[in-house]
Structure formats: structure tokens, C-alpha cells
């Protein structure tokens, strides 16, 4: 059966590249080839693991900008932007993006996969903050979809990650959280066999208000890394509290009754983002040349 789709508005965005989006897919589809959109690579290993003979990678890592709607609470992003910069411009105004642990993750892969965010646990995913997803489908069209334009559509895209056609852009909510209680305890991986039960414990009763996660991380010996880092196996809990500072330290204080070695809870501002040497992506699909340089095993 046919239907009607409306077409994303050229208003918004950036036409020129939405444009060239749909150029690329539909010469790929009158070449009998498939299309995989990716923003940073950060998740390639299933493309590679697929296989991707016969088949056009769309970068959509030059597609990028941010449009904040402070009165709507909104911010409109295109298809290859990074958290980095939403949590910036959000800042501006007070607000924040339901964003992850990594700034140069991409909101597309992020946000259409889900998306567990420091907020998580009072928020829910950030795939429902999504309001409006345009996309080039695979037959070379622009649509627009939201909860009441191709509501089938925006239904499967929440969660369906990239399988719908290349996202151009993103609209989503933004939240009234200017600063929050968060940061990171750190152990050395021997410690293990006390942190991660009593972490499990302490996350049982927690009120909704508290995001956090565990992790055992070892990290090669490497003059790059800060010594508390190089060459160190370690668990490391880190977490938001939204929460004022008394009640966060009464939260917080079973973990802290554990001696972390290091402790950096502490009230953050959004807007301090713009201080953090946040790093850019590597070339996507990365090489063998740049190898991770960590391991790290991940609870939430
Ligand atoms: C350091 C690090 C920390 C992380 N922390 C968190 C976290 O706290 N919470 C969490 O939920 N996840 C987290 N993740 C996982 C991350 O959300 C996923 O790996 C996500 O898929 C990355 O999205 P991307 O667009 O950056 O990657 P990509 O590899 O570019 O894309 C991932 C998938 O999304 C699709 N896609 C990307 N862009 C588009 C687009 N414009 N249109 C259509 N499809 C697209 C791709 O086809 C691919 O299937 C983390 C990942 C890393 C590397």
C-alpha cells in the first residue's frame, strides 16, 4: 500500500546537504546498492561484521549544528552531530541534553538506539525526548516524522537505530537542570571483590534520582595516561545525583565509606562543559593503526 508522506520542510536544516543525503541514496538504490549511515563509528563493528561489500557508507560527520529552542525547551540537531556540542548550547540556556558518558558520541546513533543517559533512572531514554526525526527514506524522499506525521515511522525509529534511512536531523527535549552532583570513586581492581557487591547493593534502594554505573577498566601502561591511569586495573563507579548537595552526600556516603582513592563527586554546571578538553573523534572505521586503548567492562 502507497502512502502519503509529508515532506520534511526545506526551512529548516541544512538543504544542501539533505540534498546531496538524497542524492547518494538514491543513486546507491539505482546501482542495486545498500546504504549504512554513520556519524562517528563508534558502533562500525556490526556494519563490519555484515559485511559491507556492496555497500555505500554515508558520513554524516560534516551534517552538524545545533538550534536551541529555550522557550520550546528544544534542541534541533543535525544528522552527525556530537553530544558535545548539544550539551554546550543547551548550556547556554540553562538546559540539558539527555546525553551519555562520552561528548564525542553522536546524538543519531545514540538517541535512535535509545540512549541511557546520566538522567536516566528520572527521564527514562533519550529516544523518547525525541520529538521530530527527518530522515532521507530509501527511496531518495525527505519525510519528516513525528508522534502525529508518520507516527508508525517515529514509533520505529525510537529504538530501531538506523534502519529507516539516514537521519538529516533530530529534534529533542531538553531539560530545566542547570548543575548537578556528579563525577567518578576509583579502587584498584583488587578491591573488586568488596566495590562491586556493595555498589549492586547501594543501587537497590537508590531513589530515581541517582544514574550511575560500575565498571572494571584496565588500561595499557602508556606515557599519554596520567599515572593514576597507566597501566592500572581499576573499578570505577561514576554517576549523576539529581539531587542538592546535602542529600547527595548522604546518598553517596555507604560508597564513599569504602575509601575510594580518588573521589571527584562534586556540584558540576553544564556550562563548565565548554572548559572540558573534550577530544574529537578518531577517523571513522578506525584503523588497525589506532587500536583502543582500553578494556573496561561496563554495569548500569
Ligand atoms: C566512549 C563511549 C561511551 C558511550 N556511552 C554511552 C552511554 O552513556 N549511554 C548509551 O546509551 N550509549 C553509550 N555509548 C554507546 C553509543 O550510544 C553507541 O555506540 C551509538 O550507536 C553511537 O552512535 P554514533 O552515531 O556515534 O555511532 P555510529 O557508529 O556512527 O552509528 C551507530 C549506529 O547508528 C546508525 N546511525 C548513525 N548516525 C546515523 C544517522 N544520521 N542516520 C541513521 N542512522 C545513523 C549507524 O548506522 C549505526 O547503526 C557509548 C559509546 C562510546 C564509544
Do not use: K
Amino acid at each position: 500500500m502507497e502512502r502519503r508522506r509529508r515532506p520534511a520542510t526545506g526551512r529548516r536544516g541544512d538543504p544542501a546537504r539533505r540534498a546531496e543525503v538524497a542524492e547518494v541514496v538514491r543513486a546507491a538504490a539505482a546501482a542495486g546498492l545498500r546504504v549504512a549511515p554513520q556519524s562517528t563509528g563508534h558502533n562500525a563493528a556490526p556494519l563490519a561484521e555484515q559485511g559491507l561489500r556492496d555497500v555505500v557508507l554515508v558520513r554524516l560527520s560534516e551534517l552538524t549544528g545545533v538550534t536551541i529552542d529555550e522557550e520550546a525547551r528544544t534542541a534541533r540537531v543535525l544528522g552527525g552531530t556530537l553530544w558535545c556540542d548539544v550539551v554546550a548550547a543547551a548550556a547556554e540556556h540553562g538546559l540539558a541534553a539527555m546525553h551519555g558518558s562520552s561528548p564525542d558520541v553522536a546524538v543519531a546513533g545514540y538517541a535512535l538506539g535509545g540512549g541511557l543517559s546520566w538522567y536516566a533512572r528520572r527521564h527514562g531514554l533519550a529516544t523518547n525526548s525525541l520529538v521530530a526525526v527527518e530522515l532521507v527514506a530509501a527511496d531518495g524522499s525527505l519525510v519528516r516524522a513525528t508522534a502525529e506525521d508518520e507516527p508508525e515511522l517515529f514509533w520505529a525509529l525510537r529504538g530501531g537505530g538506523g534502519n529507516f534511512g539516514v537521519v538529516t536531523a533530530l529534534e529533542l527535549r531538553l531539560l530545566p537542570i542547570a548543575d548537578v552532583c556528579a563525577g567518578m570513586l576509583l579502587w584498584d581492581r583488587e578491591r573488586a571483590p568488596e566495590v562491586v557487591p556493595a555498589w549492586t547493593a547501594w543501587t537497590r534502594d537508590l531513589p530515581e534520582s541517582v544514574t550511575s554505573s560500575m565498571r572494571v577498566m584496565s588500561f595499557p601502561p602508556m606515557p599519554e595516561l596520567p599515572p593514576f591511569l597507566s597501566g592500572r586495573r581499576l573499578v570505577v563507579v561514576d554517576g549523576a545525583l539529581l539531587e542538592d548537595d546535602g542529600r547527595a552526600a548522604e546518598l553517596l556516603a555507604p560508597l564513599r565509606a569504602l575509601a575510594p582513592e580518588m573521589d571527584t563527586f562534586g556540584r558540576f554546571r553544564q556550562r563548565d562543559c565548554r572548559r572540558c578538553t573534550w577530544t574529537r573523534p578518531a577517523p571513522l572505521l578506525r584503523s588497525p593503526a589506532t587500536p583502543c586503548s582500553a578494556t573496561s567492562t561496563t554495569t548500569r
